[in-house]
């Protein structure tokens, strides 16, 4: 859908970037695969969740041509195969999206975009840090220290999907397995914390 999306809005002047916030290079290249015309980068470092206060993944951030963020991250799914299960639907995202491009009709003020960007506490700056460390030692090999920092950056930020959930390859656990749902399932629990738009959200 992002890439239709692309096609669609594309000689109107959007430019989709889409950003895997993940260790496993070659599962990204094979995923990318199928989306041949939309641009794809890998970070794996964390830097453009970190930049853009993304803590729940799929996210959108929309910035102008100046370089301005005019929608903050934002849950937004490409399409409606995770509706029952995120309760989201995709289509309010893209006709927002088709709204602002088209004839630069905003949701948000710019003070609204300030009020709801995320502003990380000290905990998660530390989290990233961990998951960061987490990402090198992994790359030299360094299960113990992959693991002990992974541990950390997790009790540190228990609700963050980006490190809960994006961690789960470097430790070998499927992220569509039965440790994803148990995680699902404590951050419902939670008050599913991330949802700060909550665009498109069913209840």
């Known amino acids: 859908m992002w890439q239709q999306l692309q096609e669609e809005l594309?000689?109107?002047?959007?430019?989709?970037i889409a950003v895997a916030i993940d260790s496993d290079v070659d599962a990204i290249r094979e995923?990318?695969?199928h989306a041949p015309n939309l641009t794809v980068l890998i970070d794996r470092d964390y830097i453009v969740a970190e930049r853009y206060g993304i803590v729940n993944v799929p996210?959108?951030?929309?910035?102008?041509?100046?370089?301005h963020i005019v929608r903050p991250a934002d849950t937004a799914m490409g399409d409606d195969r995770f509706r029952a299960f995120a309760h989201i639907d995709s289509g309010v995202h893209h006709e927002l999206l088709r709204a602002w491009v088209l004839r630069g009709e905003r949701d948000l003020t710019d003070s609204q975009v300030v009020e709801n960007m995320e502003r990380p506490t000290r905990e998660l700056q530390l989290a990233r840090l961990h998951r960061r460390i987490a990402v090198a030692l992994h790359d030299r090999g360094d299960t113990p220290g992959t693991n002990t920092h992974l541990a950390a950056a997790e009790a540190l930020a228990p609700y963050d999907w980006v490190i809960r959930r994006g961690s789960m390859p470097m430790r070998n656990i499927d992220p569509f397995g039965a440790e994803?749902?148990?995680f699902v399932e404590e951050w419902q629990e939670a008050g599913s914390?991330?949802?700060?738009?909550r665009t498109g959200r069913e209840d």
């Open 193 to 197: 914390p991330g949802f700060r738009l």
């Open 180 to 182: 994803f749902f148990e």
């Open 10 to 16: 594309g000689p109107e002047g959007l430019s989709i």
């Open 59 to 67: 996210a959108s951030v929309w910035i102008d041509e100046q370089g």
């Open 31 to 33: 995923w990318a695969a």
